[in-house]
């Protein structure tokens, strides 16, 4: 498990990349990610291409940077999400609450 | 804390605190003076072994805190004492430190393989001795902390689990018609099962899936099966306790924290289910023997705890079964367990347990054995949590509805008293136009006769009298619709949309319902008034033909008769006139 942190060039969004398993062990790493930026300010992107794997605590780990996210809450995509993971977000209905690439 | 202050102590000065007992095993009693001497100065009490035997048993009964020993010795060497001293369960963690003359590799790497925690050859560096004995010593503290912080998690965990047990779980019913199977991935499951029946005799069952597992997950289940039980036995329908659930888990909950859940209201009727799938693998219908899977309920909505912007109304379904129709609920636990390959159980072999269950076998049964057969011991890393509940019988409260087994008096029509005015309480309710389509009025009234006259012990009957009696004026009244539907093929879901549809544009038309009840010395009695604005219906059709229960029309007004002293139809059948009496007891 690894988390990465990428701001884009204007600094309105926040790329976060984790890579291999996305569960409980991330959490420390994941919040360090987003906290530093005040809450409202950015637009979020959660890029799962390295995610092998994603859990319920993961789960829960997204609902709290979409708080944390521009537009009260809510403006957070997942994008690059791979088969096994896409099917744990679909199974959620997370698409309600996310913009996911690959889901309408 | 005051469990970690040896390492307080060990920044102390040396020759004030005693760090506890050394044992020194050597056979030449010169190295052990030398030892004994350096340990004594950092603060240790020092106890000395010849040989490996001794150290064995000086192990034994002196327990030692830190042990220092040399390789070759008589009787024993140092490798076999070690082996030993490791291997005793009643050693938690004492560190051992090999000291030896030998410098040969593979001979040093041995004394890791055996279990030591560290080496130092002769002829060693009394620097360097100190440096490595304080090394192990914090490698103890260690030790001791993690065991401690076990030791307490464990214990909040078993007493969580005693709560959870009291609270949670006690009050489920029909346990012994449900079949469950529940393995938590830690001492506690991060899922839930409930079940209660509604006043009316339906049978809600809910298992729930909170975000990870263990004790954290458990905390939300305490709030939601109070919640369940509560809004269940007021008699509230299945969209209005989810909807009571969400609410209040999104209160309460961290934002990271939400609940998956799989709910079914079992008709008492056996006839159809409303089912709601929030965020749980696919609830999964099953026919009487060909163990074919009949239907689904994929989920339809976001789990509960995140988010007011759920639409219940939508996302509960009404689904038709049979008697003898097997309903089976699981966690994603189930087709989530890892085998050794660290490859999942899948739903290609969730099912494929289903369709080779053996005969006289259940389900769950033939599903648990394929788990394990398949996970071959691995490691669970998910709670597993199944249900099966069978649409038969054995599911449902027993109701006496039959008239010559009612155990409440009945009493004539020209008894009843409630006109003398003495103790008489009357209260109603009408609703009128859209009112109809979003009020439920009987957990209103159930409340009201609940607070006045008390009858907890007839809440359920009543509760069933009301909801038949509103039904009908609502329904056959009102809506205009024939419970004759019902009969044809696809008739209950036919039936429903068209109620649906109706209950949607209806803009006027009205249902009063009026209670006048008394008490008398030995009991009481209560009149129940029902009027619609409908044109009444042929209610001398359903009168008679009490013998055919299987009819999927007019049950209605068969337990009504059961259950009342009377049942008056005033012409032209817009207006019902119950009357149910009770004896103290």
Known sequence: MNVKVIESEDGSEVTIQVSGRFDFSCYQQFVDGYQDYLKGEKRFVVDLNETEYMDSSAMGMLLRLRDHSARDGGDVALINANESVLEILKIANFNRLFAIAGMD | MTTFSTSIKSKMPASTVTKGKA????????????????????????????????????????????????????????????????????NSFTPVLFLTGMTDEQDLAKCIEVGGDDFLTKP??????????????????????????????????????????????????????????????????????????????????????????????????????????????????????????????LNILPTSMFLAIQFITLSKYLDYVSVCNCGMPDILFLGTDDHIIKHRAPSSEIPLGISTDIDFNECVKLVKIDLGDTILLASDGVTEALNNNKEPFTNKRLESAISERQAGKSTIDSISNALQVFCGGASQADDISLAEIPCTPEVLQAIKCDTTDNQYETKSVTDFNCSSNINRVDFNISLYGRRLSDTDPIPILINHIHEIEGLAEHRR?????????????????????????????????????????RLEQLTDGYVTIAISSCTTPNGGEMIITVKDSGSGFNYSDYKCDKSDYSKLSGRGIQLLTGLCSSITYIEPGNHVEAIYSWCDS
Do not use: C, W
């Open chain 2, 461 to 501: 009957l009543l509760f069933t009298i009301l909801t038949e009696l509103y039904t009908n004026s609502l329904d056959n009244g009102v809506l205009g619709l024939h419970s004759d539907i019902k009969n044809e093929m696809d008739g209950f879901s036919n039936y429903f949309t068209a109620r649906e549809k």
């Open chain 2, 124 to 249: 060693f560096n009394r620097t360097l001795l100190t440096a490595k004995i304080h090394a192990l010593e914090r490698i103890s503290i260690l030790h001791k902390q993690v065991n401690v912080l076990y030791a307490r998690t464990q214990q909040d965990q078993e007493m969580a689990k005693e709560v959870f047990a009291g609270a949670v779980i006690t009050d489920n019913v029909a346990l012994n018609a449900i079949q469950t199977l529940s393995q938590p991935a830690e001492l506690f499951s991060g899922d839930v099962l409930l079940s209660a029946y509604s006043p009316s005799g339906d049978l809600n069952v809910m298992m729930g899936d909170f975000t990870g597992h263990g004790l954290a997950a458990a905390l939300g289940a305490m709030p939601a099966s109070e919640v369940f039980r509560a809004m269940t036995s007021k008699g509230y329908s299945t969209q209005q306790i989810l909807a009571g659930i969400n609410s209040k888990l």
């Open chain 2, 23 to 90: 044992l020194v095993a050597d056979d030449k009693r010169s190295n052990r003076m030398i030892l004994s001497a350096i340990l004594k100065q950092i603060g240790y009490e020092v106890i000395q072994a010849e040989n490996g035997v001794e150290a064995v048993e000086l192990f034994q009964t002196e327990k030692p805190d830190i042990i220092l020993i040399d390789i070759i010795m008589p009787v024993m060497d140092g490798y076999n004492a070690v082996k030993q001293i490791k291997s005793d369960p009643a």
